[in-house]
């Protein structure tokens, strides 16, 4: 037990380095600099012989010091014990291993870099696309015998992505309602056109904010889910477990839950709107004097149900979108922890990004549907 | 016994209503390599989660280089744990680091290495269990089973620790393999003077590596003492684990 030190004798003619101590971890801390100074001394001051009898333990740490202090060689006149000596010649690889450094980047490896984001991006497309096939694949395939087809799984999603969402996308709808029906309240009221309310509201929610909140909502609710779901079971291997027995994967695990999105998102917009309306009904009647009555009265006047239709209709679209770029993401997992939370976020993105490109084209295609003439 | 390096005394384990362990004695000198065998569900990993400090005994008391694990002070009980390397069964290798990272992590945690000396020192631990330098740069998802044990062993290693517990060293390995990996195991406790504890099903393994074998069964310790001794004990679990033929087979092998 002690301290590392160097101490420098004379011998005759020979310039001695003495070492004593604990060349360790322990040992070591807090002396690192001084001693390696020492060393660098020793090596110019032309030290001929190195005795480290005394010394008391050696590990990796001392033996690398050493071992690099010497200038990646051992000294000609060495005393030291077998043990000793033995832990320095493990250090004797480091020669060799210097600087083994990570591949250095060079010039040109961003545009390989862009490239192979590039190609990733069409990776995924085709991915994307190869899954859909294989999905109306099984589709008829269960269809056409019924009772291959995986209907407790269906309702096991259904209940999970739909029942279970009810009450989180109530209280969100009915606050934006409340939100949206206050904002544009202050603004109709400095013009008195206090029963245009009814009309924004009404176009607003039903044909754009209701479809395009729950499917952010289910994206972050039920996509990440779905994609962590059967990301685990790759990592697991239980994907390959099933399809050893027979069943495949995408039958078993993708199609419910597409087709549980597909029919979950439909009412859950319609369930959405209702309460953002509701909620908005509120406020309006609060803040304009509005009565229930004469909102819902008016409500089916000013806003033709082509846009109940359309608003619908995005639930769907919208599903089948999070549901297939949930399950891509997920069936991509490569089996390492990283990958599993880098696709979950990426799918969670990915899946927002797609509805919000999906509500573009809608919006562009349905420009002349549904508006109050 | 002073000086021995694990010190278990009276221990009870109870998860539940289920005792796994109810008084449990064990000292393990310095320099030992200990074997912990027993049926499933014995309560051998247990026991070595609870050296490790990762489980809390219900009772009794467990003193690691004499001094007991949860003593209240956060530094003494840190400074006691790097004292020792544990070498988990699937190598626990921190997936989202490579291998320079998983083995530099312990040694980064010090806080006062510089950069060149811990590299220098994972290419020494890393030579030490017989990989390349250019293997530093690979992710733990791309190494096979025998290498994610060989860079565990050095990560367990970073620290120069005094005690090494493994976990299932051998399995999932091929013979082959765990040969080599046994091999490796003895090289490094007789360069380093390590005391090392594993937990093991593998008889071979066992034969190989250990000096000493703690038979794990009703609660207690059934046998403790070298392989030999052991072997003789007239208990019907220990007559049918080392059923004769087998162990014969596997003396035969190990030419001992």
Redesign the interface.
């Known amino acids: 037990m002690g301290v590392p030190t160097i101490a420098f004798e004379m011998s005759g003619q020979l310039r001695i380095a003495v070492l004593a101590g604990d060349w360790?971890?322990t040992g070591l801390?807090?002396r690192?600099d001084a001693l390696r100074a020492q060393l660098a001394a020793a090596e110019a001051g032309e030290i001929e012989s190195w005795n480290l009898a005394a010394v008391s333990r050696l590990?990796?740490?001392g033996?690398?010091?050493l071992?690099?202090g010497w200038g990646d060689r051992l000294p000609e006149r060495l005393e030291a014990d077998p043990r000793t000596r033995?832990?320095l010649e493990?250090?004797a690889?480091?020669g060799?291993?210097r600087r083994?450094s990570?591949?250095q980047s060079r010039f040109g490896d961003s545009v390989v870099a862009l490239g192979r984001v590039g190609i990733a991006l069409w990776r995924q497309l085709i991915g994307m696309i190869a899954l859909t096939g294989q999905m109306l694949f099984d589709l008829a395939a269960a269809l056409r015998r019924p009772h291959d087809a995986p209907l407790r799984e269906l309702s096991a999603n259904l209940y999970k992505t739909g029942v279970t969402a009810l009450p989180i996308t109530a209280l969100v709808g009915f606050l934006i309602g409340v939100v949206l029906s206050y904002l544009s309240a202050l603004q109709l009221k400095t013009f008195g056109a206090d029963v245009f309310i009814i009309n924004i509201l009404g176009i607003g929610i039903v044909r754009e904010l209701g479809p395009v909140l729950v499917a952010v909502l289910v994206a972050g609710r039920s996509g990440s889910a779905m994609t962590a779901q059967l990301g685990v079971m790759r990592v697991t291997e239980e994907i390959d477990a099933l399809t050893t027995m027979g069943v495949p994967a995408t039958l078993r695990l993708v199609l419910p839950k597409v087709l549980a999105l597909l029919a979950a998102m439909p009412l859950l917009v319609l369930w959405t709107s209702s309460s953002a309306l509701f909620g908005g009904m509120v406020a309006a009647s609060i803040q304009l004097d509005i009565s229930y009555g004469f909102f819902l009265e008016t409500l089916p006047r000013v806003v033709p149900i082509a846009n109940l239709y359309i608003g619908l209709g995005k639930g769907l679209a919208f599903g089948l979108v999070i549901a297939l770029v949930a399950c891509h993401f997920g069936l991509t997992v490569?089996?390492?922890?990283?990958?599993l939370s880098a696709n979950t976020t990426r799918s969670v993105v990915s899946a927002i990004t797609c509805v919000i490109l999906v509500d573009a084209v809608f919006a562009i295609a349905t420009r002349h549907i549904g508006m109050p003439t | 016994m002073n000086d021995a390096v694990i010190d278990i005394r009276g221990l009870v384990t109870r998860f539940g209503s289920n005792v796994v362990h109810d008084g449990l004695d064990l000292a393990l000198p310095a320099g030992e390599v200990l074997a912990l065998v027993g049926g499933s569900g014995s309560g051998k990993t247990t026991l070595l989660r609870q050296v490790i400090g990762l489980l809390r005994p219900q009772q009794g008391q467990i003193r690691v280089f004499g001094q007991p694990l949860f003593s209240g002070d956060a530094l003494a009980d840190r400074q006691l744990r790097r004292r020792f390397g544990v070498l988990f069964q699937q190598g626990a290798l921190f997936?989202?680091l490579n291998v320079l990272e998983n083995i530099a992590f312990p040694l980064r945690e010090?806080r006062?290495?510089?950069r060149?000396?811990i590299n220098?020192?994972v290419?020494?631990?890393?030579?030490?269990v017989e990989l390349e330098?250019?293997h530093?740069?690979l992710?733990?998802?791309e190494l096979s089973g025998g290498m994610v044990k060989r860079v565990a062993l050095a990560r367990a290693l970073a620290?120069?620790p005094e005690l090494l517990l493994l976990d299932e060293p051998t399995a999932g390995l091929d013979p082959d393999r765990s040969e080599a990996f046994v091999t490796l195991i003895r090289r490094l406790r007789d360069?380093?003077g390590l005391t090392v504890v594993l937990v093991t099903h593998d008889l071979d393994t066992l034969a190989a590596l250990a000096t000493q074998v703690a038979v794990l069964g009703e609660r207690r310790i059934l046998a403790y003492g070298p392989l030999d001794h052991v072997m003789k004990h007239d208990h019907p679990f220990i007559r049918s684990f080392f059923c004769a033929e087998r162990m014969s087979r596997v003396l035969a092998r190990s030419g001992s």
Do not use: H
């Open positions: 360790t971890l801390e807090g690192l590990d990796s740490l033996a690398s010091v071992w690099r033995r832990m493990s250090a690889t480091l060799v291993r083994a990570a591949p490569k089996p390492n922890t990283e990958s | 997936s989202a010090l006062w290495l510089d060149d000396a220098d020192l290419m020494i631990k890393l030579a030490m330098p250019q530093a740069w992710m733990p998802a620290l120069e360069q380093l």
